[in-house]
T-cell receptor
């Protein structure tokens, strides 16, 4: 099935550094979501974006809904060891036609934080 | 805990056996989704329920897979005659009718030997 392009694929950073990752799609979405997944667990919702150009923060996390509706960005400031995990973007297109409005996920960015 | 729950968390089975997984969504959520996630990939959509009606199925859902949501609350996903390629994490998610955000359960990890 379709997966969105997410980059970087993985990154090693030092504690305290800022992190940026992005997600691109060949088609538009009207909602972008960012999830974090720990090993053996389900994805946990971090941030939801509902409007093109929107910039939303949740603590040290900031995400933006790209103006073209085909991309989104996630920034983590002052990383800490518990930020370790896999970050997934997900796009959602609600057509109000009774269809599933399923999420299409990115390929993930694996973040590792060293002390 | 009022989040999405899934049982069992882990299942090991031999090829050819049938398995069934259960999902209990957040209580006021009438929409329920099943996804499958293989190692190193993001989750992929399998099927969707609005209340008890199964409204959409992915082409990933072969004839050996069946899902039900008989009373519009919990859902079950059954895989018949399991194959090694069915080994994956099976995730359930739910959402409210007019919200776009889906909340995921912890998943059931299936290993087919």
């Amino acid at each position: 099935g379709q997966q969105l392009n997410q980059s970087p694929q993985s990154m090693f950073i030092q504690e305290g550094e800022d992190v940026s990752m992005n997600c691109t799609s060949s088609s538009i979405f009207n909602t972008w979501l960012w999830y974090k997944q720990d090993p053996g667990e389900g994805p946990v919702l971090l941030i939801a974006l509902y409007k093109a150009g929107e910039l939303t923060s949740n603590g040290r996390l900031t995400a933006q809904f790209g103006i073209t509706r085909k991309d989104s960005f996630l920034n983590i400031s002052a990383s800490i060891p518990s930020d370790v995990g896999i970050y997934f973007c997900a796009g959602h297109l609600n057509l109000n036609t009774g269809t599933a409005s399923k999420l299409t996920f990115g390929t993930g960015t694996r973040l590792q934080v060293t002390l | 805990d009022t989040g999405v729950s899934q049982n069992p968390r882990h299942k090991i089975t031999k090829r050819g056996q049938n398995v069934t997984f259960r999902c209990d969504p957040i209580s006021e959520h009438n929409r329920l989704y099943w996804y499958r996630q293989t190692l190193g990939q993001g989750p992929e959509f399998l099927t969707y329920f609005q209340n008890e009606a199964q409204l959409e199925k992915s082409r990933l859902l072969s004839d050996r897979f069946s899902a039900e949501r008989p009373k519009g609350s919990f859902s079950t996903l059954e895989i018949q005659r399991t194959e090694q390629g069915d080994s994956a994490m099976y995730l359930c998610a739910s959402r409210m009718n007019k919200a776009d955000t889906q909340y995921f359960g912890p998943g059931t990890r299936l290993t087919v030997l």
